[in-house]
């Protein structure tokens, strides 16, 4: 564990064996976390918190663009290590899991050094102060992304932080530790602690010493997390599910919008909160794009990676089962190993989808995408609205200001119009049960502020 500025044995003896999933072979093993790790790392965070509050931002933002400097000097081993336990393709490991959280790093390094922590409101004088210690639960799919996203926001707002990764993916966890460590971070500012999530994970949520829980991962956890949170009356911030639709609405250049729409759900082999996994097509162009659909996805078949696990794996088939059981109809992929060793699935496509279905309600978190029809406008702004969750979505239309209009009535976090970009520095997050808070930007790091307002 990495506790208190110093890596030490874990309390226990136990340990948990990392997979390739693209071989199935065991790559490594880490320490499962008891409630005795999770309470020492706490109290080194505690006793960490007030020379960190009170150190200077630009000194945090300083220490924040070490931090970068490091990620990026060790990107090439970054990149392989997510290769190696999440099974991400190389490109896309350098391009997305290396690259993003390098941006992040950055871009709160000089949000610590310019972000305004003194605001003056009529006769008072408002602070924005570090909530205090933050207990930072993070899943395996953008496994150093998440780590970032919750790390450097606190971290540049005074927070002090004990994280505890996904029990799939800990080796890059370690990675970032190390990297904390070289760029000189004070002792106790980050700890890690790696295990179960009923174990580590939990002993971290119901710590007393820990004021606040940043949470990423599936909505039946989030649920439980909040609840824990709210009875101790501790903020809590939650990065949950989603099921995204990507609307296309007549006039878009179907094609473009077809294509980069499969390409959204297939990259990371599916496993992307913010994937935009529902599409909606107008009836009159619907067999068209499902046709384009298929050849789209069938051109992913020798590209994807595997998913993370055999879990996983029989999660996502037991999805395509009830796709087919409740009458939607394969286009193509399945339930056929495309390949073996590893966690494999075949780019999968579902048309005829009903909203009523499973697989247009629940998170599938595979390379599936599901393709349903509407009628009109209204009817279409219904259908993108009639899941439980609202992390992201998508709309298409032949001029911007139609496809502002449609997306201002979606009941979601966050929309690309016409393909627009990400942006690392939009507030992420989800409306519904996608979540409460944000992540990333100036957003992201108010999460992790509180006001103190003198009268004056
Ligand atoms: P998960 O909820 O099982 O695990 C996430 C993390 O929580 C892991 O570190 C795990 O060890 C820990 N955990 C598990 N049980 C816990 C408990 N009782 N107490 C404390 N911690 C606990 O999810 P997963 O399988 O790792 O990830 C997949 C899910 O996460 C998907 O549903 C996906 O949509 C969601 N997700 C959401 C976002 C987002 O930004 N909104 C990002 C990534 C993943």
Redesign the pocket.
Known sequence: MYIDGAWRPAAGAETIAVLDPGTEQEIGRVPAGTADDIDAAVRAARAALPGWAATAPAERGARLAALRDVLVARKGEIAATVTAELGAPPAFAQKVHAALPITVAGSYAELAATHAFEEQLGNSRVHHEPVGVVGA??????PLH?IVAKVAPALAAGCTVVL????NTPLVARLFAAAVHEAGLPAGVFNLVTG???VA??A??EHPGVDMVS????????R??GAAAGAAVKRVAL????KSANVILPGADLARAVNVGVANVMSNSGQT??AWTRMLVHTAQYDEAVELARAAADKYADRIGPVVSAEQRARVWSYIDKGIAEGARLVTGGTEASRTPGYYVRPTVFADVTEEMTIAQE?I?GPVLVLMRYTDEADALRIANSTAYG?SGAVWAADEAAAVAFARGMETGQVDINGGRFNPLAP?G?YKQ??VGR?LGPHGLSEYLQTKSLQL
């Open positions: 639960i993070t899943p395996w799919n953008y998440q505890k990764p996904a029990e179960l999530g009923t994970g939990q971290l949520v949470f990423t991962g599936s909505t039946a956890v989030g439980a997390i990065e949950l599910g989603g909160c913010n998170e978190f992390l992420f989800g996608s979540g992540e």
